[in-house]
């Protein structure tokens, strides 16, 4: 019966460690949970002492030089999103004068010049190119 003791033995180390493993992870689990809400906890106090130093409330240096640092970071990101949204607008601006320009045209249509070929609307009567009369 030693052999099977022996089994017996690994099994059970295979299940302690199985469940030592379960319990392992559940407590990674709650590790992290726990971290996620220590992080949370100091960027409750971070935002809590940059609104007293807003108001003005904070003497302490150390605190007012970080202060500074997420007011430096405040109107770095507004100036990059201010320029972000021109980007933006330079981008559609193109496109929607394409439009205007299109769409006259196509409420009219447009035709060539027998004259010179030169491309007109259709409601034209003279060609602005060639001075010819196209209606
Ligand atoms: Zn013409």
Redesign the pocket.
Known sequence: MALFDKLSDLANAAKDKATEAVNMGKAGVKISGEKNALEDALQNLGQYYYEKYKAGEITDEAAIAICLQIDEKNASIAALEAEMQGAKANFTAPMNKDKEDDAPAAEGGTKF??????K?PAATKF??????K?G
């Open positions: 010049c027998t004259e010179c070929g030169a007109i060609c602005p190119e060639c001075g010819a196209v």
